[in-house]
């Protein structure tokens, strides 16, 4: 049953189709801004107008939809730009709305892209303050709703968020807006392409304070849980591939949809070594797809989504 493709596709077991795929996207402020990533080759930051031209080509694909990660003008202590009724990634939405009502936008919502400090909540002596960050991340949330974002993804990791989100949202008149919580986020290495683009790197310290250990299961477990009770629609493991164990662990104990982020880090090291002659780019990223969705991801965040989506027409 392996002799020919024909017939691995009849008894493939795993499959993948665009609709799997979201695309993540950075938006800055400005008009015909395409600025290329560095670090992350193919990826751009986008003003509002150029991010409406990549979303046209997203739907085009017939992609799964696109999540939205905000550069704003200024930065300082208390983030406020990330709850601004006119943030950047508020603004975006709006324009996205009008221009492609169909497209599925997810927004994430944290605060280390708007804070002068980089790190994901306030900080009180020298550490971030749980609970004081989540009043911030509540605003953020129903700030996106009200702009139109069809799920709002709190990715900061403090303890209660997902119920104070839940809560504020439901105030606010939004009590149908999904939350994808970032339930097992780890405090990888393989972020680091993202801080580039994100400009979001921390100015002191590290965030492994809030992130989780990637040491540990049972802990993830517990963390999955907990946003589950509160209120959580979907649950996201991120980063992917370094973590399947946490996916599939996740896929058998939980009946939620399950997200997972193949993140910069991953995307960067297939990208370079094919660049290098020492992989081949597109079969490298379609089996570390299928892999994650084998794990048990019901879709995927990743970079390579338009590029996968093609390889699939």
């Not at 008894?11 to 801004?33: K, Q």
């Not at 950047?88 to 892209?113: F, G, H, M, Y």
């Not at 209660?160 to 780890?186: N, Q």
């Not at 794990?295 to 990743?302: N, S, V, Y």
Request: include cysteine.
């Amino acid at each position: 049953m392996r002799a020919n493709e024909p017939l691995r596709r009849l008894v493939r077991e795993t499959a993948l189709e665009p609709s799997d795929f979201i695309l993540p996207l950075f938006v800055c402020p400005g008009e015909g801004v395409r600025r290329e990533i560095g670090a992350m080759p193919g990826n751009y930051q986008l003003s509002i107008d150029e991010l409406v031209k990549e979303c046209e080509q997203v739907q085009s694909l017939g992609l799964g939809g696109v999540i939205l990660f905000g550069i704003p003008e200024t930065k300082d202590e208390i983030a406020s730009e990330a709850y601004a009724d006119d943030g950047i990634v508020q603004r975006a939405v709006r324009s996205l709305k009008r221009a492609l009502p169909e497209l599925v936008v997810i927004t994430d919502v944290c605060n280390c892209e708007y804070t002068s400090h980089g790190h994901c909540g306030k900080v009180v002596g020298g550490d971030v303050d749980n609970d004081a960050t989540l009043e911030w991340l509540a605003k953020a949330a129903v700030s996106h709703a009200r702009a139109g974002a069809d799920i709002v993804a709190p990715s900061d990791m403090m303890d209660g968020r997902v119920a104070a989100i839940r809560r504020a949202l439901d105030e606010a008149g939004f009590p149908t807006t999904p939350i994808l919580s970032y339930a097992a986020k780890y405090a990888s290495v393989f972020y680091g392409p993202f801080r580039e683009a994100a400009e979001s790197a921390p100015q002191f310290g590290d965030r492994r304070s809030y992130q989780m250990d990637p040491a540990n299961v049972r802990e993830a477990m517990r963390e999955i849980s907990l946003d589950v009770h509160e209120g959580a629609d979907i649950v996201m493991i991120k980063p992917a591939m370094p973590y399947l164990d946490i996916i599939r662990m996740a896929r058998d104990r939980f009946q939620l949809p399950i997200a997972a982020y193949q993140v910069s880090g991953e995307f960067s090291m297939i990208v370079a070594a094919a660049r290098n002659g020492w992989l081949d780019r597109e079969r490298a990223m379609m089996e570390s797809l299928t892999a994650i969705r084998r794990a048990g991801a019901d879709f995927i965040l990743t970079y390579f989504a338009k590029d996968a989506a093609r390889a699939l027409a």
